[in-house]
């Protein structure tokens, strides 16, 4: 092959790797791009009209590396708001591994920086229910830390309007006294006011 040929493969495990440094080190934006990157370039099957171990254990590789990426771009998405993504990446993990615990915590992420901890609640005991049922164990440590976390966690309370308190005697400042007359304004002419004339009073 040429020396300046490009692999898709090779290209989405560099990225895939990078991706997973940028989020370890906190930056997020940069981290989403390449594992999404990554994603894009693992769609298509891999020889898909060929059979054999080579062509099976090639195809594990590459979906376990899909399966990282999606983790990751979950992740990134989850902790730069972008909910959207975040829950889409992490679906499609849970959809393409089932029993795959690190996919159900970004599940689980994604839905509680939504701000919808009921649904990351619901998808813990799904993954609960799929393993004992399919499997016969249950979630891992480092699952049931992340959901005890959750239930620790208290559900957000919606934004309430203030009310303001008036004191009735600072208020009272500000009410009129009907019994005073309203001075009326003036008529200004070049002799002066004709309204208010020197030595009246200012109501007359």
């Known amino acids: 092959m040429p020396q300046d040929a490009a692999v898709d493969v090779e290209v989405a495990e560099t ?3 990078e991706a997973a440094e940028a989020y370890a080190e906190g930056a997020f934006a940069v981290a989403q791009q390449l ?3 990554a994603v894009s370039n693992l769609r298509g099957s891999f020889l898909p009209s060929h059979e054999g171990e080579w062509v099976d254990a090639v195809r594990e590789q590459l979906e376990e590396l899909r399966l990282k990426a999606l983790e990751t771009a979950s992740l990134s ?26 996919a159900y915590r970004c599940r689980m992420a994604a839905h509680t920086r ?15 229910e799929v393993l004992a049922e399919e499997l016969g164990i249950d979630p891992a440590p480092e699952t049931e830390a992340a959901y005890l976390e959750l239930l620790r966690t208290p559900e957000p309370r919606p934004a309430s309007r203030a009310v303001t308190c008036l004191d009735p005697v600072l208020m009272g400042v500000f009410e009129m006294d009907h019994r005073v007359p309203v001075p009326r304004p003036c008529s200004l002419t070049e002799h002066g006011c004709v ?3 020197v030595g009246s009073s200012p109501a007359a």
Request: glycine share 6%.
């Open 114 to 128: 939504a701000g919808n901890r009921a649904e990351a609640l619901r998808s813990y005991q799904q993954l609960r």
């Open 77 to 102: 998405s989850s902790a730069l708001g972008d909910e959207h993504h975040a829950l889409r990446y992490a679906e499609e993990a849970v959809r393409r591994a089932p029993f795959r615990e690190s």
């Open 15 to 17: 990225a895939v790797s």
């Open 35 to 37: 594992a999404a990157g």
């Open 195 to 197: 309204t208010h004339r």
